[in-house]
């Protein structure tokens, strides 16, 4: 076992050989959008994300879903159907699952990947002086609570799906290609949450520039009318107290700092003199990368205006 329960890896790591081990996960969750093909397609991107936060490639999956008995069954296989194209666009084969009745739904997959022993990416390879990248923008907590609301516009709605659905494939193959080490992705823990889980467990503390850090369109009105979700609080809660924000910076944009993303991008650290090289690879391949601050000696978490 290379990477299991004692520390806070976004999948377990099992060593095959010299070359090869597998990497293994699972998530799922209730809807975070009224369609059924998106929901299903976003769990399984979710799901997929933590192969590729630890720089692996998924290549088989397992449904988990837990469907109501009253709920149409077309609606049922919709959610299936967004699931298993999100997997075929991954290259990766659902060879079967597990449903049950639950009054709720919840929807997602077990995933299985392979990664090289020798090139995994994990939360305690930061170093001092790397830059933070990260591969999608924030703010869909808060969206999909308005959703949830009926406080969300159509273009709002639109824009939150669409990174949702979103692979981490690219941005894991490009993590791979430049030989980076540390890394995560962000999701129920927030950008904060997790970028302080990468910092500890490296022995490295963190700085934003909260300037730098992209949003998507209705994440800041959201926020100031308070449409976050219970896990943003939860969040606050736990990792405020290692979080040191500049005092220019209003609550409503440190809570978007908490805010739980459902199939958030990768937090990756690039080494500077990799980072020219990583920007314009990124560009070519339309694989979106923000530099949004760097790893510090000093542990703990800033965030500069
Ligand atoms: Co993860
Ligand atoms: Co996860």
């Not at 990766?92 to 009745?101: D, K, L, P």
């Amino acid at each position: 076992m290379l990477v299991g329960l004692e520390g806070p890896d976004d999948a377990a790591v099992w060593r095959i050989d010299d070359e090869r081990a597998l990497v293994v996960t699972t998530d799922f969750f209730t809807p975070v959008v009224d369609t059924p093909y998106e929901y299903g397609a976003i769990a399984a991107a979710n799901s997929l994300s933590d192969v590729y936060a630890m720089g692996g490639q998924p290549f088989l999956a397992l449904n988990i879903a837990a469907l109501p008995p009253d709920l149409p069954a077309e609606l049922g296989s919709e959610i299936l159907r967004g699931g298993a194209e999100k997997a075929r666009e991954a290259g990766v084969v659902i060879a079967g699952g597990h449903t049950v009745q639950d009054k709720e739904p919840k929807y997602g997959l077990v995933v299985i990947g392979f990664v090289h022993p020798g090139k995994m990416l994990t939360k305690s390879g930061a170093h001092p002086d790397d830059i933070l990248v990260l591969t999608k923008p924030l703010g869909f907590g808060t969206t999909t609570t308005a959703i949830k609301q009926e406080k969300a516009s159509e273009a709002d709605i639109r824009e939150v799906i669409d990174w949702m659905m979103r692979l981490n494939k690219s941005a894991g193959e490009l993590a791979l290609e430049f030989g980076l080490q540390g890394g995560t992705d962000i999701t129920g823990f927030s950008l904060l949450g997790h970028g302080y889980e990468l910092g500890a467990a490296s022995g490295v503390g963190l700085r934003f520039d909260y300037a730098k850090i992209p949003f998507i369109s209705g994440a800041r009105k959201h926020a100031e009318a308070w449409t976050f979700p219970g896990g943003a609080s939860d969040n606050r809660l736990h990792f405020g107290p290692q979080v040191r924000f500049a005092p220019g910076i209003d609550e409503a944009s440190q809570m978007l700092l908490f805010d739980p993303q459902t199939s958030g991008g990768l937090l990756l650290c690039v080494p500077p003199d990799k980072i020219d090289g990583f920007l314009s690879r990124a560009r070519e391949i339309n694989q979106p990368a923000w530099m949004v601050g760097e790893v510090t000696k000093a542990q703990g978490i800033m965030v500069k205006e």
